[in-house]
């Protein structure tokens, strides 16, 4: 693909992160190198770009996806997260600009967005393709999560049942503050905090982390994606939600049950070379790091 026919779309959240700067780096780049940006008209009006024959204007963020080649992501992980939910149907490759906090997906820094970009413009580069976690519930309504779903009440002062089955065989019934079911991707999300294990992404696995449990001995259990994993909420005193990827739901009607597997779907991101996901545990989790030698 020659450098005047690549379009690279970008989407961001600037009510949230500080992309500005972000952005006019990449149209400086753009410009360069005759490579086309695409953005949504209500990101400008935030971020009032220079006028540049290399800027293209969509309606909408899905209109940028459709347009472009590769996609940028300038913002955090719930930029991502924003970005794999309404591209999932049709991907394209996404590199992810940390302008957040952590950024377990935005592995490239505001500093390194020009190299970050040449090699893209290049092609080189790899796909790490994250896969969903798929529920389907008794009505046949799917639902999709590249990091979690979550089963959790309402209110504050009690808590809640919740069982689940995999394969047929009975796990546990949970009696908790809730239930994370979550992909190796979302294993440094909620699931880190609620203290689960970190798991490598492509590990084919499914990850069940009960929040707050009553009995201490309930821990989080990992099992294989390629069977079904079942959970059920019986009637109960305590309003469910039951949400994906932090898209709520409030169940109304008990029981509510699911049947969640690892999705045919996936999620491209770009690993540029020299990237690799333990560095980035390390960095993002300061491993290794004595806080007591580190200058101020």
């Known amino acids: 693909m020659s450098a005047t026919s690549l379009n690279i779309g970008v989407i961001a959240n600037p009510k949230k992160y500080e992309v500005k700067s972000v952005f006019e780096t990449a149209l400086n780049w753009a410009e360069s190198k005759k490579v086309r940006l695409s953005v949504s008209?209500?990101?400008?009006?935030?971020?009032?770009?220079?006028?540049?024959?290399?800027?293209i204007f969509t309606e909408t963020d899905q209109e940028t996806i459709q347009l472009s080649d590769i996609v940028v992501v300038m913002g955090g992980d719930g930029t991502i997260l924003y970005t794999a939910r309404i591209s999932k149907e049709a991907p394209k490759p996404v590199l992810g600009v940390n302008s957040g906090r952590l950024g377990f997906m935005t592995n490239t820094q505001n500093e390194d967005l020009v190299e970050a970009l040449e090699q893209v413009r290049t092609g080189n580069y790899t796909l790490d393709r994250r896969h969903f976690l798929k529920a389907v519930d008794k009505s046949g309504n799917e639902f999709y999560a590249l990091n979690e779903f979550l089963f959790t009440r309402t209110d504050?002062?009690?808590?809640?049942?919740?069982?689940?089955?995999?394969?047929?065989a009975p796990i546990n019934t949970y009696w908790?503050?809730?239930?994370?079911?979550?992909?190796?991707?979302?294993?440094?999300?909620?699931?880190?905090?609620?203290?689960?294990?970190?798991?490598?992404?492509?590990?084919?696995?499914?990850l069940l982390t009960p929040i707050n449990p009553h009995t201490l001995t309930t821990r989080p259990l990992v099992v294989s994606a390629d069977k079904a994993l079942t959970v059920k909420v019986e009637p109960q005193s305590s309003n469910i939600l039951f949400s994906y990827d932090g898209i709520v739901k409030e169940v109304n009607t008990l029981p509510f049950q699911v049947e969640i597997r690892k999705s045919k779907i996936a999620f491209p991101l770009i690993q540029l070379p020299g990237q690799n996901y333990f560095d980035t545990l390390r960095k993002k989790l300061m491993w290794g790091q004595d806080s007591r030698r580190m200058k101020n």
């Open 41 to 55: 008209k209500s990101i400008c009006e935030l971020l009032n770009p220079k006028k540049s024959e290399n800027l």
């Open 156 to 168: 504050t002062t009690s808590m809640i049942n919740i069982s689940a089955e995999y394969d047929g």
């Open 176 to 206: 908790a503050d809730g239930l994370l079911v979550a992909s190796p991707t979302g294993s440094t999300a909620y699931n880190l905090s609620s203290g689960g294990p970190i798991v490598a992404p492509g590990s084919g696995v499914i």
